[in-house]
Structures are given as C-alpha cells and as structure tokens.
C-alpha cells in the first residue's frame, strides 16, 4: 500500500465497516512503516491489510475485502499473506480483534486455526455507544 491507494482504501474501508478507520488512521499507519499491502485484481483495488508487529507478536490492525469479491478465496490469500510477514518479521503468534457481532469474520478466523483468548470490553465505537471486540491468537511456529 501506498499513498496513492489512500483514497481506494479509505472507500473500500467506509463500505465494510459502520465505524470506519478513517484516511487519518490509514496515512498514520503508513507513516509509522506498518506493514500494508493491497490486493488488486485486473486493476481493481478489492482487498486490504495493516499489520504491526512489536518484538515477537505481531498484531492485525486492519484487513478487508470489497463484498463483491468476498467468499472467493481472497481474504484466505490475504491472510495467508499477513502470516508471512508476521513469520517473516520474527513474530511467534499473531493476534486480532473482531466485532463480537461479526458472526462471519469470526468464522472465517476460526476456520484458519484462530482460537479466542479474550474479550475487550467495549472496545469499538458502534453507531450507538460501543461493542465488545474478541480477542483471537494464532501461534506462528
């Protein structure tokens, strides 16, 4: 990702998610060297991460994947790519946090080996008040 994708990123972000990362948090994290990449197909920008990583843990900030394009195998590639870098950056385990109602991301992490190991209270804001993020590891070894 780069700051040329900024725009194409910040859209495909607003129409995933109710309470968006905004362009501050997308140019902040680039800014800050978190690894970002893109996934484009025939031009289209249609998929997205950012991952930091602090001494061994690494840490999936962001991802998303434009709906057209979901339950096509291209969030598996994604992720196949976060863990990569994670193991590729020293990381021994890779953390996440997902929406406790996001029934279908959980899903998809539990089907690549993702255990729960811990809920944060009112973690993300909601259109109305907050909501509880669960806590996802993956050991990388």
Same mark, same amino acid.
């Given at each position: 990702?780069?700051?040329?994708?900024?725009?194409?990123?910040?859209?495909? &972000?607003?129409?995933?998610?109710?309470v968006?990362?905004?362009?501050?948090?997308?140019?902040?994290?680039?800014?800050?060297?978190?690894?970002?990449?893109?996934?484009?197909? %025939?031009?289209? @920008?249609? %998929?997205?991460?950012?991952?930091?990583?602090?001494?061994? &843990?690494?840490?999936?900030?962001v991802?998303?994947?434009?709906?057209?394009?979901? #339950?096509?195998?291209?969030?598996? #590639?994604?992720m196949?790519?976060?863990?990569?870098?994670? #193991?590729? %950056?020293?990381?021994?385990?890779?953390? @996440? &946090?997902?929406?406790?109602a996001?029934?279908?991301?959980?899903?998809?992490?539990?089907? @690549?080996?993702?255990?729960?190991?811990?809920?944060?209270?009112?973690?993300?804001?909601?259109?109305?008040?907050?909501?509880?993020?669960?806590?996802? &590891?993956?050991?990388?070894?």
């Amino acid at each position: 990702m780069t700051a040329e994708d900024l725009d194409a990123v910040v859209a495909l &972000e607003a129409s995933l998610q109710a309470v968006p990362w905004s362009r501050g948090n997308f140019a902040d994290s680039l800014a800050a060297g978190h690894e970002m990449r893109v996934l484009r197909l %025939g031009g289209d @920008l249609v %998929g997205f991460f950012a991952l930091t990583s602090i001494v061994d &843990e690494a840490h999936l900030l962001v991802i998303g994947v434009d709906r057209r394009h979901q #339950r096509h195998g291209h969030g598996a #590639r994604l992720m196949q790519q976060v863990i990569a870098t994670a #193991r590729t %950056g020293g990381a021994v385990r890779l953390l @996440l &946090e997902v929406r406790a109602a996001n029934t279908q991301a959980i899903a998809f992490y539990q089907s @690549l080996g993702f255990a729960q190991i811990g809920v944060r209270r009112g973690y993300y804001p909601a259109v109305a008040g907050r909501e509880d993020a669960l806590v996802f &590891e993956i050991g990388l070894r």
